[in-house]
């Protein structure tokens, strides 16, 4: 399955990307995430300038994944504000670097019901791209499917906004799963007929609240989801695992060697 990359949530540390990215080549990791889950560690356009030529030169694909603390539904404008400014950030960076999208977690339902907390992350989402769009930035938003029920982010939701915000998306399966007890892969393909898809995946353990924690991903986990996800469609898969690079490695080998020309 061509059709298929595979690479790990984390490039190491920035003072060694070029050694990185050419172990990641000749390992067969063209895609990577920079996670800048926990802060925006890259801030100086020179050192990003790097990032990106090294990328290039190694065809490495780079996507970003914002801060955790977004919430664009909270009661609270101030916290409205600043994660607006978290994910625009990641868009400035996100052009800097060459990495076309930025993914991240849209808030929490809180006191509000569904289809208002809906409308309020629907209409902050085009205020992000109207500033995406007047600063020139070549990146999309990719707003992640969620692993907890009581967490903005279901299939249908992220689907919806994808229809009416134009905006791209990240299918997290492990999140899927956890949130679902099941992936209606039927269903999925159904909501997402884009060409390409922007996904991510691990092992992960839930209870009947959705996720808990993502854990390693096994050789069965990799398997099912090789199974089931379309040829047709152009994919990328971040491992965001205790242990992305390791695991990243396993699904590469499990693709090479159980689904090459596979559909």
Request: contains cysteine; glycine residues 8%.
């Amino acid at each position: 399955m061509s059709n298929i990359e595979i690479g790990p949530a984390g490039i190491g540390p920035v003072k060694d990307v070029e050694y990185t990215f050419e172990e990641f080549s000749g390992l067969g990791i063209h895609v990577a995430e920079i996670p800048f889950t926990y802060g925006i560690f890259i801030k100086d356009k020179k050192v990003a300038e790097k990032i990106k030529e090294a990328a290039r030169r190694f065809k490495i694909g780079l996507s970003i994944h914002a801060p955790y603390w977004i919430n664009l539904n909270s009661e609270d404008l101030k916290k409205v504000r600043a994660s607006k400014q978290r994910i625009l950030r990641c868009c400035e960076v996100g052009d800097w670097i060459g990495a076309e999208k930025v993914v991240f977690h849209c808030g929490y339902f809180g006191r509000r019901k569904r289809e208002q907390t809906y409308k309020n992350i629907r209409k902050r989402i085009k205020e992000i791209q109207e500033d995406i769009k007047k600063k020139g930035w070549n990146v999309k938003l990719c707003p992640e499917t969620m692993g907890k029920i009581n967490v903005f982010g279901s299939v249908e939701e992220i689907s919806r906004l994808v229809k009416d915000t134009g905006c791209s998306f990240c299918l997290d399966f492990a999140h899927i799963l956890a949130r679902d007890k099941t992936v209606d892969w039927r269903k999925i393909k159904r909501l997402f007929p884009k060409k390409e898809w922007h996904c991510h995946f691990s092992g992960i353990e839930y209870n009947d609240k959705g996720e808990r924690h993502h854990v390693k991903t096994e050789k069965k986990y990799w398997r099912w989801l090789l199974k089931n996800l379309p040829g047709s469609k152009k994919i990328t898969i971040i491992n965001e695992a205790p242990t992305p690079f390791d695991d990243s490695l396993l699904g590469i080998e499990i693709l090479k060697n159980d689904f090459t020309d596979s559909n």
